[in-house]
């Protein structure tokens, strides 16, 4: 189970970047077909938004990868 | 740890607090129609509803901001008195959202300030739920944890309930006609239910200002292990960072979704998608909310003798794989009972009214019944122009179903149905999210990732699920892909790498 963690954790890594793509090029074609102030602004705040949330997804990944979820802690000396 | 007693007083003391707050934050997005009217310039009401959204959604998008400005407020001075001033700030700015004027009286000045009304609700609310729950749970027995906390799990729902109530309330009897009634609502008794919280609010902080500090802070304190920088320590450090984000992807994010999806987006879908008359799609959220609000405390209950993740993800499972049918069957309730041919007009009216343009808007309200008892309401709008060239009026058709009582419960069951969901999802997470971080940073780091989960992505799914069928219109059920897909990523983040195990000492 801890090396499948892990590996999906390479998922996870990834799956940051693939997202912050995917959610840019959508909202560049719904700007380019509808080019008013309400559709560049929604779109500019969910990437605002999102962007930060998929590097987190990838941090999450990366102590996914490097196996620091195969035992969580139980107490606060384990944490600090 | 408390007497029985003892915690019924604390329980209390937050609970009505938090849900005064729930109530002030969402009487703002149940009349985010209302308010586009008074508000936004009236030249395009679709721009101006989704302008509108877009504040609602900012009041969302800021409350993880306010988990981190509050959140270490809390960990540094005291739980107390931070969710004190947090309950200040939001019943101070929403009372205030109740006396400014309309744009057509201060102009430009007036969607301003309520954007940064609404961005003050969003800060206090984000400073407000970690304090509650931590609170409470700081007081708990550890084998009742869950059980305690899920009555601070009602309060966001029963805030809805209220929110919804007291708007219907007003809109209905400011006048003995019914339609007199509506129309003075819309003028000026929209501001009633924002003007009477600060009534609520002010009890509220009485009953707060005579609380004790959590025990466990005091402890800390007294012991001078209080953290001098908790968001570096929430953030900075890996070892409590990796659970931040933890609690994110693999609880928060889903549970998120699924609250707003199975009440707020339910209600958004019953009367924009279905076109159920407005009074019933809030009377059937009404009804579900009411049948449905026991079962937070049964699942906070029963996590304490389970353990909370499985009953998180069991829900969260449950609404990734029902969620289509459950809205395909509420949109059939209305399309099977529609009239076809087979319908008696009841009222037929036409008016005419020249516009200042010199063009005349003529409007045609037709009312008719099925047989199967659907009553509909379908309003025509036709503008004949008197300029040259301009041949042919534009018709604007709107059309409202009112549901008959067959199908008026069925709706209100799959809605209960979905609220179930919520409360499986929603009544162990305080406790879940409480027993994962050490004491001198709790109130930061459970604060974030609840925020986010709920704030961002729960918070922003009625907008982009709407967004989403304006991009494929003749899909109805398009907007769903967003929770799904969301839900589901976490489920698979949470089945993996959570554990099941209950933290018993909160105290380290």
């Avoid at chain 2, 209305?334 to 020249?354: F, R, W």
Wanted: aromatic share 12%; net charge positive.
């Amino acid at each position: 189970m801890n090396r499948l963690k892990q590996l999906l954790g390479m998922i996870w890594i990834l799956m940051g970047p693939v997202l912050m793509f995917f959610l840019l090029r959508i909202a560049l074609q719904e700007i380019e077909k509808k080019p008013v102030i309400d559709t560049k602004i929604q779109w500019g705040v969910f990437v605002l938004i999102f962007f930060p949330i998929a590097v987190g997804l990838t941090i999450f990944g990366y102590y996914a990868w490097k196996g620091e979820y195969d035992k969580l802690p139980t107490k606060s000396d384990e944490i600090a | 740890m408390l007497a029985p007693k003892g915690i019924w007083k604390v329980i209390t003391a937050s609970s009505v607090g938090t849900l005064i707050e729930w109530y002030d934050f969402y009487i703002f997005g149940s009349l985010a129609t209302v308010i586009a009217s008074q508000f936004f310039p009236k030249t395009n009401p679709t721009a101006a509803l989704l302008s509108t959204l877009a504040t609602f959604a900012a009041g969302f998008i800021v409350r993880p901001f306010g988990a981190l400005v509050f959140g270490r407020l809390g960990d540094k001075v005291g739980r107390k008195y931070t969710f004190l001033l947090t309950l200040i700030i939001m019943g101070g700015s929403t009372f205030a959202i109740g006396l400014v004027p309309g744009y057509e009286r201060i102009g430009f000045a007036a969607p301003i300030i309520v954007l940064l009304l609404r961005l003050l609700q969003g800060l206090a609310l984000g400073g407000e739920y970690g304090g509650a729950a931590t609170y409470v749970a700081e007081h708990s027995p550890a084998n009742r944890r869950g059980y305690f906390t899920s009555w601070i799990q009602t309060t966001a729902t029963l805030g809805l309930f209220f929110s919804l109530g007291v708007i219907l309330l007003t809109r209905h009897t400011l006048d003995a006609d019914p339609s007199k009634s509506i129309a003075k609502f819309n003028d000026w008794g929209w501001r009633i239910p924002f003007l009477v919280s600060i009534l609520l609010v002010i009890i509220s902080i009485y009953i707060r200002l005579k609380m004790k500090e959590s025990p466990l802070f005091s402890r800390i304190k007294e012991e001078g292990k209080v953290s001098v920088n908790p968001l570096k320590e929430s953030f900075g450090h890996k070892g409590n960072l990796k659970m931040v984000l933890l609690a994110l992807f693999g609880a928060t994010m889903g549970q998120g979704v699924v609250w707003y999806t199975g009440q707020f987006y339910a209600q958004s879908f019953i009367e924009n998608v279905c076109k159920v008359d407005f009074d019933q799609s809030r009377t059937i959220l009404i009804w579900a909310i009411l049948f449905a609000t026991p079962f937070f405390v049964v699942f906070g209950q029963w996590s304490d003798k389970v353990g909370r993740k499985w009953i998180i993800l069991t829900g969260m499972a449950l609404a990734i794989f029902t969620y289509r049918p459950l809205f395909n069957a509420l949109l059939e309730t209305v399309n099977l009972a529609k009239p076809g041919n087979a319908q008696t007009i009841s009222e037929s009216t036409h008016k005419s009214a020249v516009l200042p343009t010199g063009d005349s808007l003529i409007t045609t309200t037709i009312k008719s019944n099925a047989e199967s008892g659907l009553a509909m309401t379908e309003i025509r709008k036709d503008t004949v122009y008197t300029g040259l060239g301009k041949m042919s009026a534009k018709t604007d058709v709107k059309q409202t179903f009112k549901l008959a009582s067959g199908g008026y419960w069925r709706m209100v069951m799959l809605v209960f149905v979905m609220i179930i969901y919520v409360t499986m999802v929603y009544g162990p997470i305080a406790a879940f999210l409480v027993e994962l971080f050490p004491t001198k940073i709790r109130y930061t780091s459970m604060s974030l990732p609840y925020h986010i989960g709920n704030g961002v992505f729960g918070g922003l799914t009625p907008f982009i699920a709407t967004l989403l069928t304006t991009m494929d219109t003749k899909n109805h059920l398009v907007g769903l892909w967003y929770p799904i897909l969301v839900a589901g990523l976490c489920l698979l983040i949470g089945a993996l790498y959570l554990n099941n195990k209950i933290d018993t000492d909160l105290s380290d």
